[in-house]
């Protein structure tokens, strides 16, 4: 996206269900940036281990594979709700007015499309490595040290799960904006210009020096 986004917010339904599931997404954003914090706790322990005592982190490789599915996935959501994911803006920054909303509308339906189908596998997946009748409940584990691995598949459907019901909230700001003809909807992220992201980027910087001198 090109320039920074901004979300708007009111008192209405839809802004409150924006609000209340930002804070779902922010929930598992923070998860996400504990995974990556733990993942460099493992390598400490790992390097130090094998460097000090010649005995590095048994099952190294299989804690980090339980670990990537919450750095690579908890937190998309939480990004898209700002509008922070990348993408090409060739076409649809020219567009303005319900030209634009439409074109926001049909993308993102078509990214609600694709990420239920993506929940639909990804929870199938899961269910072939989850078995109540079997030790730990599983019906496959890592090589080294035999770590079960329907947890990590299981967080790949939550978090596209959240992901989709953001679509969702979209979808409708999007709708909104196209029957009412608006120019700022809410619970969308709406592109900044680069003169209005540096004055946000410099009132945070001023509240800080506020903040310090006190």
């Known amino acids: 996206m090109a320039g920074g986004a901004s979300v708007l917010e009111d008192g209405s ?15 598992l954003a923070l998860v996400s940036g ?18 000090l005592f010649n005995a590095p982190l ?3 490789v299989d804690w980090i594979e339980q670990v ?40 993102t339906l078509a990214m609600l499309i694709l990420m239920l189908a993506l929940v639909y596998g ?10 109540l009748g079997r030790p730990l409940w599983s019906n496959d584990s890592s090589i080294d ?22 679509f969702m909230v979209q979808l409708v700001g999007y709708g909104r904006a196209f029957f009412y003809g608006l120019v700022e909807p809410i619970a969308v992220p709406l592109v900044m210009s680069a003169a209005a992201q540096a004055a946000e980027e410099a009132e945070h910087v001023m509240d800080y020096d506020k903040a310090g001198e006190r």
């Not at 504990?34 to 460097?51: P, T, Y």
């Open 145 to 166: 040290i035999a770590i079960p691995l329907w947890p990590a598949k299981l967080l790949v459907p939550v978090a596209f799960s959240v992901l989709s019901l953001r």
């Open 68 to 107: 990537m599915p919450l750095i690579a996935f908890m937190g998309v959501s939480y990004t898209q709700r700002d509008g922070g994911h990348i993408r090409m803006d060739i076409l649809v920054g020219k567009l303005r007015g319900r030209a634009l909303w439409l074109a926001e509308f049909i993308t």
């Open 13 to 27: 339904t839809l802004s409150r269900l924006d609000r209340k599931l930002y804070k779902v997404e922010r929930v």
């Open 122 to 131: 990804a929870f199938s997946h899961f269910l072939r490595s989850f078995d």
């Open 58 to 60: 048994p099952g190294y």
């Open 34 to 51: 504990l995974a990556v914090f733990s993942l460099m706790i493992l390598a400490v322990v790992s390097v130090g281990g094998r460097n």
